[in-house]
C-alpha cells in the first residue's frame, strides 16, 4: 500500500485503526509513516529512508554500457571465441570501459559481471537451440497446394472461354485440372479388386504364402515323439455301467 493513500486517508479520519482498517495495513505502519511525514515533511515521507551501507560505484551508465556489450558477439569485437564468457567480458570491460567514459570499471571482477547480468536476465555464454520438425510430405503437399492456385488461375481464364463456346461445365472442370499437372484418371474410383489386378501385388503374396508353407513344414519336421516316462501309470478308462 503506497504511503500517499495513507497520509491522504489520515487527512480524512485522522484515526490510526481506522486508516489500517480501511487500506489492509497494520495501524503501527499508518502510524510511522504519519510520524515521519510531521517530523521531515510529507514528500520526504513518501521515499524510504537511506540504507545503511556503501553507496554502488557502478553507476547505471556503465550497467547499460556491460550490458550492450554481453548482447554482442565476441568475435565482433576481435576475440577468436565465438561467445562471451564472464571472465572475458570482465577483462574487456576493464581494458575498454574507462576508455568509452565508465572509469568506474577500471577495477571490475567476474564476480560483478555475473551479478549484474543475472539481473537483466542475460547468459551470453549459454545458446539455446530449437528443433525444427519438418514435415516429410512437404513437398508433395506444397506441389498440390500450387496446383490448386493454378486451377483458379485457369478456371477464370476457361470460365469465360467455356461460357462463349458453350461447353459443359464438367469437361471444363476436367481439362482444368490436366492444365493443373493432376495424373490422368480412367474410370470411376477404384474397387476392392483392384490390387489382385497388378501382377507385382499378386506375386508378392503367393511369395509370402510359399514362405509360411516351407516354415510349418521346418517346424512339423522337427517333432519328436516323446516315450512314456519309466514306471508311469497308463491312465485307464472307467467303463461306465
Given at each position: 500500500?503506497?504511503?500517499?493513500?495513507?497520509?491522504?486517508?489520515y487527512r480524512?479520519?485522522?484515526?490510526?485503526?481506522?486508516v489500517?482498517q480501511r487500506l489492509?495495513?497494520?495501524?503501527?505502519?499508518?502510524?510511522?509513516c504519519?510520524?515521519r511525514?510531521?517530523a521531515d515533511?510529507?514528500?520526504?515521507?513518501?521515499?524510504?529512508?537511506?540504507?545503511?551501507?556503501?553507496?554502488?560505484?557502478?553507476?547505471?551508465e556503465?550497467?547499460a554500457?556491460?550490458?550492450?556489450?554481453?548482447?554482442?558477439?565476441?568475435?565482433?569485437?576481435?576475440?577468436p571465441h565465438?561467445l562471451?564468457?564472464?571472465r572475458?567480458?570482465?577483462?574487456?570491460?576493464?581494458e575498454?570501459?574507462?576508455?568509452?567514459?565508465?572509469a568506474c570499471?577500471a577495477?571490475?571482477v567476474?564476480g560483478?559481471v555475473?551479478?549484474?547480468?543475472g539481473?537483466?536476465?542475460?547468459?551470453?555464454h549459454k545458446?539455446?537451440?530449437y528443433l525444427?520438425n519438418r514435415?516429410?510430405?512437404f513437398?508433395?503437399?506444397?506441389?498440390e497446394?500450387l496446383?490448386?492456385?493454378?486451377?483458379v488461375e485457369i478456371?477464370?481464364?476457361?470460365?469465360?472461354?467455356?461460357k462463349?463456346?458453350?461447353?459443359p461445365?464438367?469437361?471444363?472442370?476436367?481439362?482444368?485440372?490436366?492444365?493443373?499437372?493432376?495424373?490422368q484418371?480412367?474410370?470411376?474410383?477404384?474397387?476392392?479388386?483392384?490390387?489382385?489386378n497388378i501382377?507385382?501385388l499378386?506375386?508378392?503374396?503367393?511369395?509370402?504364402?510359399?514362405?509360411?508353407e516351407q516354415s510349418y513344414e521346418?517346424?512339423v519336421?522337427?517333432?519328436?515323439?516323446?516315450?512314456?516316462?519309466?514306471?508311469?501309470?497308463?491312465?485307464?478308462?472307467s467303463?461306465t455301467?
Amino acid at each position: 500500500m503506497s504511503r500517499a493513500q495513507m497520509l491522504l486517508a489520515y487527512r480524512e479520519n485522522p484515526s490510526f485503526c481506522a486508516v489500517g482498517q480501511r487500506l489492509g495495513v497494520h495501524h503501527q505502519t499508518v502510524q510511522r509513516c504519519v510520524e515521519r511525514a510531521l517530523a521531515d515533511g510529507p514528500l520526504a515521507a513518501l521515499d524510504d529512508r537511506p540504507r545503511p551501507g556503501k553507496e554502488p560505484t557502478i553507476t547505471p551508465e556503465a550497467k547499460a554500457w556491460l550490458v550492450s556489450l554481453a548482447c554482442d558477439k565476441a568475435k565482433d569485437h576481435g576475440y577468436p571465441h565465438e561467445l562471451w564468457t564472464t571472465r572475458l567480458l570482465a577483462r574487456h570491460a576493464r581494458e575498454h570501459g574507462p576508455a568509452a567514459g565508465h572509469a568506474c570499471l577500471a577495477n571490475l571482477v567476474q564476480g560483478t559481471v555475473c551479478k549484474i547480468l543475472g539481473r537483466e536476465e542475460i547468459k551470453p555464454h549459454k545458446v539455446r537451440y530449437y528443433l525444427e520438425n519438418r514435415d516429410a510430405e512437404f513437398e508433395q503437399k506444397m506441389a498440390e497446394v500450387l496446383c490448386v492456385y493454378r486451377e483458379v488461375e485457369i478456371l477464370k481464364k476457361a470460365s469465360t472461354k467455356g461460357k462463349r463456346r458453350g461447353k459443359p461445365v464438367t469437361i471444363v472442370s476436367r481439362a482444368m485440372q490436366l492444365q493443373a499437372g493432376h495424373p490422368q484418371q480412367k474410370g470411376n474410383r477404384r474397387g476392392s479388386a483392384y490390387a489382385y489386378n497388378i501382377k507385382a501385388l499378386r506375386d508378392r503374396e503367393m511369395l509370402i504364402a510359399a514362405q509360411a508353407e516351407q516354415s510349418y513344414e521346418r517346424f512339423v519336421s522337427q517333432w519328436k515323439p516323446l516315450r512314456p516316462k519309466t514306471g508311469a501309470r497308463v491312465p485307464q478308462l472307467s467303463k461306465t455301467k
